[in-house]
């Protein structure tokens, strides 16, 4: 079998799953963001799609497969060929036609099913594909976390009403919530940003990418070791040190309430909100001198107020138009919330240029007060309890103190579009935020008409009027589950020395679920005749009993198999030593370390039990 295991990390990795999966010989590079699935990964993979369609049949959903090369009229359809970016691959024919690499296959589903369905009565319908996808990144980093060839498993759901669609994506969260439990994830359902898909709600899943402070969780003890407590102080250093050597794998930020259900991507998280109801009387307006004070730090700190009582002023422009923004001075602007919320097609900061125009003054003195009437002011919430507050004044080097709403200046639209801070109070009330890193492995979008009206897919309803198909849309990340994967399952094994040292190195402890084979079965000496027997007799006692069997019997030391074993991270290792003529052998368990002699008689039912 093609395990190509390499004795160092690979130098270009930065995040431990890809060291891993390259080291263990799982991938292979072909080019910078395309990968060879080699035996081992590929065995994992098919284990991985063999849950999904467990769980996609048990919801009605049928598989199909699209083709990866398409025609750019459908996306000239739904306007997205102009829209999508450099990351969509673009090329022509020999008839010098437009085709593209698929990234994503909602306009060619749309297309399938608007060419064949023509009346509500045929609908719902449900349906999935498990296939290569292609972005070309302009920089391929982290393995398989962020490539320009990756497999995805994309449905579609296409519906007459929708209540039916609510059905649907209810059905497709349970059903994600199974997979991603089936594989033995640590994962968060959160609240989600549609982005690039045109989603109205959405809700992503979230790998948990843990930290490395808790030894508890990374290191497996050798037989040789009772406890972390044995292992000497340097160490323990030194482990720590390699624990920490590795970037934390993980797209986006995750808040979470420590207290309750509540989760969200950072991007759309929020936090409680409630206003001051306190009286504090309002000062009369003054206008200070604030020469080469520009930052609301600098302002805090020449005026002595507290960061709190600042007001900053920012100038976006939405889809070219120029929108005033005014946030508390200790919070930072969400942009995804703002342009969610002004369903800008483009959000971008204003120039400097921009703002002379606006206020009349440039960067560090901006504020509400006296811009004309028909300039769009939005607020955060907060700043609604902001009271005898510090703005700029529109002037260079000059700002207004006591500062109040209404009577110095108006806000067109209070909404909330800070970002979440760890700490706060959930906004249901239940605990406090939290933040951990996360790898998108799943989302699921209710589309709406979004394609079905730019591509004209219509059916008739039960009043016979055409009217636009209502779509779902839901996605999983299947190689980039194997970044996911060893990202929470990767360990550091230590043991003793038989002279008393101490020794470390990476190893992957696979879950049960996904593991590439059950067992490792290793007869560490191939010329030992009984030895070999009693492996042959073993693997197919195993295999009979429903086990999936790797069997090293490479003429090669037992230094490196056994290497090479943790590297690979089977569950479950049968070592056939010198007490193979008495039938005796070694059963060692990947997640615990934990090592014992049994007869072979005994193997079977002993496996069975410890798996449990």
Known sequence: ??????????????????????????????????????????????????????????????????????????????????????????????????????????????????????????????????????????????????????????????????????????????????????????????????????????????????????????????????????????????????????????????????????????????????????YTESLELEKVATPDVKTIEEVSDFLDVPVESTIKTLLFLSDGEPVVLLLRGDDEVNEVKLKNYLGADELEPASEDDAVKVFGAHFGSLGPIGLSEDTRIIADRVVETVVNAVVGANEDGFHFINANLDRDYKVSEFVDLRTAKEGEVSPDGRGTLKFARGIEIGHIFKLGTRYSESMNAKVLDENGRAVPIIMGSYGIGVSRMLSAILEQFARVYVEKTPKGDFKYSWSINFPAGLAPFDIHLIPVNVKDEAALALTDELEGKLMDAGFEVLTDDRNERAGVKFADSDLIGLPVRVTVGKKAADGIVEVKIRSTGETIEINKDELIDTIKILNK
């Open 1 to 278: 079998m093609l395990i190509p295991t390499l004795r160092e990390m690979p130098s270009d990795a930065q995040v431990i799953s890809h060291a891993l999966l390259v080291r263990a010989g799982y991938i292979r590079q072909i080019s910078a963001g395309i990968y060879a699935y080699l035996p081992l990964a590929n065995r994992v993979l098919e284990k991985f799609k063999n849950i999904m369609r467990q769980e996609f049949e048990a919801i009605g959903a049928v598989e199909l497969l699209a083709p990866a090369l398409l025609t750019a009229d459908l996306w000239k359809e739904s306007g997205r060929y102009d829209t999508y970016g450099e990351d969509l691959y673009k090329l022509k024919n020999r008839d010098n036609s437009d085709f593209i690499l698929g990234p994503t296959h909602e306009e060619t589903m749309t297309a399938l099913v608007r060419d064949e369905i023509t009346s509500y009565k045929k609908l719902p319908l449900n349906i999935y594909q498990i296939q290569p996808k292609y972005r070309d990144e302009k920089r391929p980093r982290y393995g398989l976390l962020r490539g320009r060839e990756f497999i995805m498993k994309d449905g579609y759901s296409f519906h007459a009403n929708y209540d039916s669609l609510d059905t649907t994506y209810q059905d497709y969260k349970t059903a994600y919530e199974n997979i991603f439990s089936r594989a033995g994830m640590t994962f968060k359902a959160i609240i989600g940003d549609g982005g690039a898909m045109g989603g109205k709600d959405s809700q992503e899943f979230m790998a948990i990418t843990p930290d490395r402070t808790e030894l508890d969780k990374w290191l497996i003890l050798d037989k040789s070791i009772a406890s972390i407590d044995e292992i000497p102080e340097d160490v323990l250093e030194n482990i720590k040190k390699e624990l920490t050597s590795w970037l934390v794998a993980g797209e986006d930020t995750i808040v979470f309430a420590d207290g309750g259900d509540y989760a969200a991507n950072l991007e759309m998280a929020t936090s409680e909100f409630k206003k001051n109801n306190s």
